[in-house]
């Protein structure tokens, strides 16, 4: 294609021989798309580099990287994702008695997208860094497949105490429950959640958790 892009818009490269329709047609497509782009948003970038170059943004800008079609807000200082994505993983290995912590989390980098926003705090306990509304949800299964005996559930708590977010009740004889939470609001910075679980075994018990947490708004 004779053409050279030039801040997302298509111009004709006059060291090479035209298509002219191809050429026209390639130009308004550009064009049509750059301010498509405008009006959703204040900034867009064809990649990081441009991304860690702009200037002249303020709280609250919205930005779009076509690389990785990504949404980004400009927040204290930094560009930001619209909707990061985290995930954790956790085991714990006794009985409780009462509701304990489901182990210590761990950060898993591979189908997260930010690892700033939300990040593990003491047993059982995630620290939300941003305020915002977020979507959260768990799956905590038995090492080995081995079934639940007796009353056993899940909890979620929000931190300061403003008792269950949710609590879910796990069958007998399941070897697995989950928790899903579609918008819990935090409104201060560092706000803590606990995952508990509550079980009343035989004997000792591995369960392992996964926790996702995505922010929606």
């Known amino acids: 294609m004779p053409l050279t892009a030039k801040n997302k818009i298509w111009y004709a490269d006059t ?47 919205i930005g779009f990287q076509i690389d990785t079609r990504s949404d980004y807000i400009y927040f204290n200082g930094s560009w930001q994702l619209k909707t990061p994505h985290a995930e954790f993983t956790a085991s714990f290995t006794g009985t409780t008695g009462g509701p304990v912590g489901v182990g210590i989390f761990a950060y898993d980098p591979a189908p997260s997208t930010s690892s700033t926003f939300v990040v593990p705090g003491v047993n059982g306990q995630l620290v ?7 979507a959260i949800s768990s799956v905590s299964s038995t090492g080995g497949a ?8 899940l909890d979620l708590t929000k ?14 004889g399941e070897d697995r429950g989950s928790l899903s939470k579609a918008n819990l ?10 995952i ?7 004997g ?11 922010r929606i708004g």
């Open 15 to 61: 060291s090479s021989p035209l298509d002219i329709a191809e050429t026209s047609a390639t130009q308004a497509t550009s064009v049509e798309n750059a301010l498509n782009l405008r009006s959703r948003y204040d900034f867009s970038w064809n990649n990081l580099s441009e991304r860690n170059a702009q200037q002249g943004m303020i709280n609250g800008s």
């Open 196 to 202: 508990q679980m509550y079980m009343t075994v035989a």
């Open 185 to 194: 609001r935090t409104t201060t910075a560092n706000s803590g959640i606990y």
């Open 204 to 214: 000792s018990t591995t369960v392992n958790t996964r926790v996702f947490v995505t």
């Open 128 to 134: 939300i860094v941003d305020p915002g509304v977020y």
């Open 159 to 172: 931190i300061p105490n403003a008792g269950d977010q949710q609590r879910v009740s796990i069958t007998p």
């Open 146 to 153: 081995t079934a639940f005996t007796g009353r056993t559930f």
